[in-house]
């Protein structure tokens, strides 16, 4: 029988395409096993050959972490410890101390505790030092001190720490901590439903999905979902809240990489729950991965009226890959696009500065693009609300105040000298603001600027290059009028710096929940959210009804 030409042309082309993609496949295969043996015998020689006796196990995790820090911050390698952690995280619940805790410079201290859980009972409060764990310091420990409070339920643990200068014993209690992603929901008096989602883990729908039959039931007509400092977690999740306000079949996100296997579209898979009440979500500058996912989606299709302030901008997706004895590695695969086809990624880890900085898009490389009603959004990494609030910026000041624990060191100050009755009757006074500007003087606060950076390079170069003094003296002058300029900062930034401010304090009373009930009746978004939500007028306008 003849083959026809044509026929014969794409069996040819078909030829040659799978013997390029052999080829190519056994070209990157081959410097896969060729690289891997120079490192496995260079790694042998070292260890077997050094002046001094080596660690293998440190040599190998110092060489496994500089190697994906090259990447992004994403791709980790997971210990069977972390891959534990990440369990429990996913999973809503964990055998602890109910307690948020940070290592820094040596230290561990208690930044949060929950109300009820076993860290609370024992009368641990933010801003603890913890010293000794079951006796054993935790400085010998390092990164993995953490460890030392995990334990078999009901089992018990003595703590030794500090408290303002003082050192204190007290015994935890081990036993099971709920993570719950929505901690907080209520109905206010103009029947606006407010429901807090702190995380997408494995219950993250089901318990939005209770919180809004629950509120509707108690005549809630529109609604507000909070997503501010919410890092995101399972995509699954995030598809199945956006499912709540969305009709079955709705793009919600699709992923892009150079892998086929990971461009994928995913769609609503189930009847909605309510597809017509009006929602407002507010959404800051800690607002990342699957909060910008449901955010950019209900946005993208005007479900929603967006509140706050730009999203962190994490469209980077992982997945974990099974390794030997227990481990991980947590791998970047693809990125998330929203439905009108938006990146949520804000920071390209394949360019950098000459510093090594990933680099950030610039305001006019924005690109423009349609929401289903025609209104116009943009990328350049996370998402814009259509309602700004300057109470939800992060500005380099206050991203520098986080960064120094000053917001966390002035509150637990503030804790010990003042007694508040309830979380309602809570405002920051100008005097107390004015006490925090004095702490930061007292404790020598300082950030350097994009400018100052700059500048102090360019002066260096000046230097070596032998300019003259008066130029030199230039650049002094200038970095002097920026580091006055910074203390004026603290002025014209105060509304955010406050809010956070303010966050901080009453939590350290009031936990978690007495914040949201202060929320409910000053918090600026949540204020605004409502204006919104009860001018038809306006909600309508905003998304081009």
């Not at 997945?319 to 439905?339: D, H, N």
């Not at 380099?396 to 010990?416: P, W």
């Not at 925090?436 to 500048?455: G, Q, V």
Request: glycine share 6%; aromatic share 10%.
């Amino acid at each position: 029988m003849k083959i026809p030409k044509l026929k014969k042309a794409a069996v040819a082309f078909l030829g040659l395409s799978l013997l390029f993609i052999t080829s190519s496949f056994k070209s990157d295969f081959f410097e896969i096993a060729k690289q891997l043996e120079i490192f496995t015998t260079l790694f042998k020689e070292l260890n077997m050959n050094y002046v001094d006796e080596t660690n293998p196990a440190e040599l190998m995790d110092t060489a496994i972490k500089a190697m994906l820090a090259d990447l992004d911050p994403y791709t980790n390698y997971w210990n069977e410890q972390d891959v534990e952690a990440a369990r429990m995280n996913t999973a809503g619940e964990y055998q602890g101390i109910g307690a948020t805790v940070k290592i820094k410079d040596g230290k561990f201290t208690i930044i949060e505790t929950y109300k009820d859980y076993p860290a609370d009972k024992a009368g641990l409060k933010p801003g603890d030092e913890i010293i000794k764990i079951g006796g054993l310091s935790v400085s010998d420990y390092k990164d993995d001190a953490g460890e030392l409070l995990n334990g078999a339920p009901n089992s018990k643990v003595v703590i030794e720490y500090n408290r303002q200068g003082k050192n204190e014993t007290t015994q935890i209690t081990r036993g099971l901590v709920e993570l719950n992603a929505v901690p907080y929901y209520q109905l206010l008096e103009d029947n606006t439903g407010y429901i807090v989602l702190s995380r997408f883990n494995e219950r993250a729908s089901a318990e939005t999905i209770k919180a809004l039959k629950d509120l509707e039931s108690q005549g809630a007509d529109k609604i507000i979902l909070d997503l501010r400092g919410n890092p995101g977690g399972l995509l699954a999740e995030a598809i199945l809240v956006s499912n709540i306000f969305l009709d079955k079949g709705e793009l919600i996100t699709s992923t892009r990489s150079v892998i086929d296997k990971y461009n994928n579209k995913y769609y609503t898979p189930k009847e909605p729950i309510n597809t017509k009440i009006p929602l407002a979500i507010i959404v800051n500058g800690r607002s990342a991965s699957a909060s910008e996912i449901v955010a950019g989606s209900l946005q993208d299709l005007d479900r929603a009226v967006i509140i706050g302030a730009r999203s962190f901008g994490k469209g980077l997706v992982q997945r974990p890959k099974e390794l030997a004895y227990g481990t991980q590695l947590k791998l970047t695969i693809s990125r998330y696009y929203t439905p009108s086809g938006r990146c949520i990624q804000a920071l390209n880890y394949r360019d950098r500065d000459a510093e090594g900085n990933p680099i950030r898009t610039r305001i006019e490389d924005y690109n423009e693009f349609k929401t289903r009603n025609g209104r116009s959004v943009f990328d350049g990494g996370g998402i814009l609300p259509d309602v700004t609030l300057k109470s939800s910026e992060y500005n380099t000041i206050t991203k520098a105040l986080l960064a120094s624990d000053a917001i966390f060191d002035f509150a637990t100050q503030y804790y010990y000298a003042h007694k508040l009755e309830n979380p309602e009757s809570f405002q920051l006074t100008d005097e107390d603001y004015n006490s925090f500007k004095a702490f930061l003087e007292k404790t020598d606060f300082n950030y350097e600027t994009a400018t100052e950076r700059d500048l102090t390079k360019a002066m260096k170069t000046a230097k070596a290059e032998d300019f003259n003094q008066d130029i030199l003296k230039g650049y002094n002058s200038l970095l002097a009028e920026i580091e006055a300029q910074k203390k004026v900062e603290l002025e014209d930034k105060k509304p955010e710096i406050a809010s956070l401010l303010t966050d901080e304090i009453i939590k350290r009373y009031f936990y978690q929940e007495g914040l949201y009930d202060h929320y409910v009746l000053y918090n600026p978004e949540i204020l605004e959210a409502k204006k919104v939500l009860n001018d038809k007028q306006q909600y309508d306008k905003i998304l081009k009804y």
